[in-house]
């Protein structure tokens, strides 16, 4: 089993409506858990962290399922702005060691 | 803005060449990352330091990849000889270390090799 796993993608999806990515992470004993975006030929950039009990900012919503080892971020209202590759990323605590899972490509469609 | 920077930005060389990529991580952040990203593997961990100390390099093939960081300022990433398949984006990331703290990256070296 992969350390993080992810949605293959890519997803298309019409401006306007709202995005789910799932990720499972293999290591129950991880300590923390993120999202970053990465653009095209771009580094990958932190979108925001992920609280055991949920945490959103502005249409982005995180949550974690420690039991299941799951994690998803919801998107809504999308933008164009929003096509690119969303990363799960885990923190196995042991030495912070960061696992990347290989990210769901987004396209918004106008 | 704090930045990690990395250079060179794009490097081709031939098959059998030294390759060396730098990273300058963000001051005062302590455990540095490297990466490589290719369209099939996604993003790799390579090696990782705390405070200048390797951590883990079990992601790189020791027999052509070396990872140092001579001091706080610097963290380098050695191929010698280069191969095709090394060919890929090599990222360097930088951060405080600890839970919760999420790290930020560089550019990139986008490694051709020929």
């Known amino acids: 089993r992969k350390e993080v796993e992810q949605d293959p993608g890519p997803f298309n999806v019409p401006e306007g409506a709202t995005v789910a990515f799932n990720c499972t992470y293999s290591?129950?004993?991880?300590?923390?858990f993120f999202w970053y975006r990465q653009d095209c030929r771009k580094e990958p950039k932190l979108l925001m962290s992920?609280?055991?009990s949920g945490n959103e900012d502005g249409r982005f919503t995180a949550q974690l399922n420690r039991a299941s080892q799951y994690i998803s971020l919801l998107i809504r209202d999308s933008k164009l702005s929003d096509s690119a590759t969303y990363l799960c990323?885990?923190?196995?605590?042991?030495?912070?060691?960061?696992?990347f899972g290989k990210g769901t490509r987004l396209h918004i469609l106008p | 803005d704090a930045r990690v920077t990395q250079t060179p930005r794009d490097k081709v060389t031939e098959m059998g060449q030294e390759v060396t990529m730098r990273c300058q991580p963000i001051?005062?952040?302590?455990?540095v990352f490297w990466y490589r990203q290719t369209m099939m593997q996604g993003l790799e961990l390579l090696a990782y330091?705390?405070?200048?100390?390797?951590?883990?390099d079990s992601g790189m093939p020791k027999d052509r990849f070396s990872a140092e960081m001579p001091d706080a300022t610097l963290a380098t990433l050695k191929i010698q000889p280069s191969e095709p398949r090394d060919s890929a984006v090599y990222f360097c990331?930088?951060?405080?270390?600890?839970?919760?703290?999420?790290?930020?990256f560089g550019s990139g070296t986008r490694l051709t090799v020929v």
């Open positions: 990323v885990v923190n196995e605590g042991r030495d912070d060691k960061i696992i």
């Open positions: 001051l005062g952040h302590n455990t």
């Open positions: 330091f705390r405070n200048r100390a390797p951590l883990d």
């Open positions: 290591n129950s004993a991880s300590q923390s």
């Open positions: 990331a930088s951060g405080p270390g600890g839970l919760g703290y999420g790290y930020t």
């Open positions: 992920v609280y055991s």
